[in-house]
């Protein structure tokens, strides 16, 4: 199932609606200001900190408001120099296709540019600054690599913090009164403290449990246990599938109990809905996918555990360099089936070895004769006559429930 992301349908539409960091909200206006007022500065504003910080959001809301045309180029995307020319070069230097609007360009994660990949890459992206009539805005997690050191020097570095927790749990219990849901502040508080000032993870975490509900009581974020693992294997699944980059994916090998198995399987279930419709990233998903398996039983069975790397990269950035991927939809990830029908296979085998072992008692017949001399003639007699057949499993000391659980 998917719906519209809350990520994208709250994204600030005005500047003053993007939460926290007034510092750099106040630093990043004074920039825009100078370009309305002539000459910048510095003619490119670097925008650095942790995901889900803001910093996208504020050039959109930025854009929106004061209704200037956004260009907007993923660095990490832009695979050739030559495409990155292509799309920004003639926008950075021609008027505006809307007459005399001003323009805004967004270099979207340039620490994503891959020096090695990309020849050039960020030598274009310098002579894009030099020659640019517009406002150029790049963003970055991590502006501290050497190799953007050039880049740095031209740019209005602005660093947007990690988001505080009275922050986060601010949006979401807005977003849930605009949703109409109606959320225990204690389960916001969890959200908010599990996303550590990522907004965007915490967002995406109140749509996972809003879904098909309309109340979020603190059982709902964690029921028995299961349900509090199933929430942290959600947002694991979700790393890997949505990484923007396939390094990210490797991120969830931090996690200090990763339980690669269960993983494994996890994927297994959902490459398929987040990767709809793109077939040929679902077969590239599964392709990885399949490798991490082989990898994984070789290391098992021959005891090789040099291979565990092999297979945990296989698993995250493998699955996640999945080619063309769609982009991001929201999906609510569900538990593997493999597991539930093992699980209720393995329930159905406990009931039959209860059954079998009364009966063998009662009549003094191994288990085996039970099963397969005993059990047949009671269920055609059940099947014909069933009060006869309540009769004779009463008499065994069986009830019928558990006769039924464990032969139908
Ligand atoms: N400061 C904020 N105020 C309001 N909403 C925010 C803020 N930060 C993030 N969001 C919400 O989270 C989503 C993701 O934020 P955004 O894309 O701006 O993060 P980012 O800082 O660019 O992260 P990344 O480094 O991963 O690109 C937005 O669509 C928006 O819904
Ligand atoms: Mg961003």
């Not at 982009?327 to 079998?356: A, C, D, I, Q, T």
Request: glycine share 4%; aromatic share 8%; net charge positive.
């Amino acid at each position: 199932m998917s719906l519209v992301p809350w990520t994208e349908k709250y994204r600030p539409k005005r500047v003053d609606e993007v939460i926290g960091n007034p510092d750099a909200k106040r630093k990043f206006v004074a920039w825009l200001n100078s370009w309305i007022r002539g000459k910048p500065a510095k003619k490119a504003a670097l925008l650095y900190g942790p995901p889900g910080s803001g910093k996208t959001s504020i050039v959109h809301a930025a854009a929106y408001q004061f209704g200037w045309e956004l260009i907007e180029t993923n660095a990490s995307d832009v695979r050739s120099s030559a495409a990155l020319r292509r799309r920004v070069f003639s926008a950075a230097t021609q008027g505006s296709i809307f007459g005399a609007r001003s323009k805004i360009i967004l270099l979207d994660e340039v620490d994503g540019v891959n020096p090695r990949e990309d020849h050039g890459g960020l030598r274009t992206i310098l002579e894009l600054i030099e020659i640019s009539q517009y406002p150029i805005v790049l963003t970055a997690n991590n502006p501290w690599d050497p190799r953007l050191r050039e880049l740095r020097s031209l740019c209005e570095l602005i660093e947007f913090r990690r988001l505080k927790k009275r922050e986060v749990m601010k949006v979401l219990a807005e977003i849930c009164r605009r949703e109409g849901v109606d959320c225990d502040r204690a389960v916001l508080s969890a959200i908010a403290s599990n996303a550590r000032g990522d907004l965007r993870a915490a967002i995406n975490d109140l749509q996972s449990l809003a879904m098909g509900r309309k109340r979020i009581s603190l059982e709902d974020l964690n029921i028995l246990g299961l349900r509090a693992e199933q929430a942290t294997m959600f947002e694991i699944v979700r790393s890997i599938l949505t990484a923007r980059r396939p390094e990210q994916a490797l991120g969830v090998l931090r996690l200090p109990s990763l339980d690669y198995e269960m993983l494994l399987q996890w994927l297994n279930e959902n490459i398929i809905f987040q990767y709809s419709p793109s077939l040929k990233a679902i077969s590239d998903g599964y392709d990885a996918l399949s490798w991490a398996d082989i990898f994984l039983a070789r290391m098992r069975r021959r005891q090789k555990w040099v291979l565990l790397p092999y297979a945990l990269q296989l698993m995250t950035a493998g699955v996640a360099s999945a080619r063309e991927k769609p982009p991001f939809k929201f999906v609510k990830y569900s538990f593997p089936e493999k597991l539930r029908r093992l699980s209720s296979l393995r329930n159905k085998r406990e009931n039959m070895k209860r059954v079998l072992t009364t009966i063998s008692q009662k009549l003094h017949v191994s288990t085996r004769v039970a099963l397969l001399e005993v059990i047949p003639y009671i269920k055609i007699i059940y099947e014909n006559d069933t009060s006869n057949a309540k009769n004779i499993l009463n008499s065994l000391g069986i009830s019928e429930r558990e006769f039924k659980a464990a032969f139908y």
